[in-house]
Nanobody
Framework: QVHLVESGGGLVQAGGSLRLSCAAS????????LGWFRQAPGKEREFVAA????????YYADSVKGRFTISRDNAKNTVYLQMTGLSSEDTAVYYC?????????????????????RGQGTQVTVSS
């Protein structure tokens, strides 16, 4: 059975940093994109970042570009999201997902979007 388990969320002051981790198990995600999206209360899902497991090409939302860095450790089957310069606008539940069509789905992300695999989410709260 495939599992994606996020960790690293929490409460941080504005301007601070957090690193999220997403540990995957149950399969090797060859040809998959692994990434993050987030959802704040009362808002639609928002794409954050994605990385291709093979090759490591990265993709970011404009809202996080220059502040967030996505990386992966294939040996550990883990994806990371290093977040710096956090603001209250970044407060949301952050979800890890794996999907072969992540790049297309990120452009039309809604609450109804399904992914091949998705974690349960981790809360990030930024206090101002």
């Amino acid at each position: 059975q495939v599992h994606l388990v996020e960790s690293g969320g929490g409460l941080v002051q504005a301007g601070g940093s957090l690193r999220l981790s997403c540990a995957a198990s149950g399969r090797t995600f060859t040809n998959y994109y692994l990434g993050w999206f987030r959802q704040a209360p009362g808002k639609e899902r928002e794409f954050v970042a994605a990385i291709k497991r093979s090759g490591g090409s990265t993709y970011y939302a404009d809202s996080v570009k220059g502040r967030f860095t996505i990386s992966r450790d294939n040996a550990k089957n883990t994806v990371y999201l290093q977040m710096t310069g956090l603001s209250s606008e970044d407060t949301a539940v952050y979800y890890c997902a794996a999907d072969r069509d992540f790049l297309s789905k990120r452009l039309r992300l809604t609450s109804h979007t399904t992914f091949d695999y998705r974690g349960q989410g981790t809360q990030v709260t930024v206090s101002s």
